[in-house]
Nanobody, 122 residues
Framework: QVQLVESGGGLVQAGDSLRLSCAASGRTVSSYAMGWFRQAPGKEREFVAVFSRGGGGTYYADSVKGRFTASRDTTKSTVHLQMNSLKPEDTAVYYC???????????????WGKGTQVTVSS
């Protein structure tokens, strides 16, 4: 029983930065893996970043490595995605997701937010 709400999206220019936030409520999410995904019009949803459970590690898609940083606040109730050096191809709806059991590429995410729009103009 987890509710996720993303915020922080907006319209920016190429090279700018945005910080997305995902607020979690309901059952504690401290033991959940927290992932970020995005979907652009006409494209499949793609993985962006994830926190594995227990602080085991943070992983990023190749397309965002070196530019995006995922983090979790000390209360474990909010996660963030710092997006730097944004490119037009980063334009998408960004979703936060939570998985009770993390299993790498086969992870099933049990809860999803409704998304926040990020638009990057050139």
């Amino acid at each position: 029983q987890v509710q996720l709400v993303e915020s922080g999206g907006g319209l920016v220019q190429a090279g700018d930065s945005l910080r997305l936030s995902c607020a979690a409520s309901g059952r504690t999410v401290s033991s959940y893996a927290m992932g970020w995904f995005r979907q652009a019009p006409g494209k499949e949803r793609e993985f962006v970043a994830v926190f594995s459970r227990g602080g085991g590690g943070t992983y990023y898609a190749d397309s965002v490595k070196g530019r995006f940083t995922a983090s979790r606040d000390t209360t474990k109730s909010t996660v963030h995605l710092q997006m730097n050096s944004l490119k037009p191809e980063d334009t998408a709806v960004y979703y936060c997701a939570a998985a009770l059991i993390y299993s790498g590429l086969t992870t099933h995410y049990d809860y999803w937010g409704k998304g926040t729009q990020v638009t990057v103009s050139s």
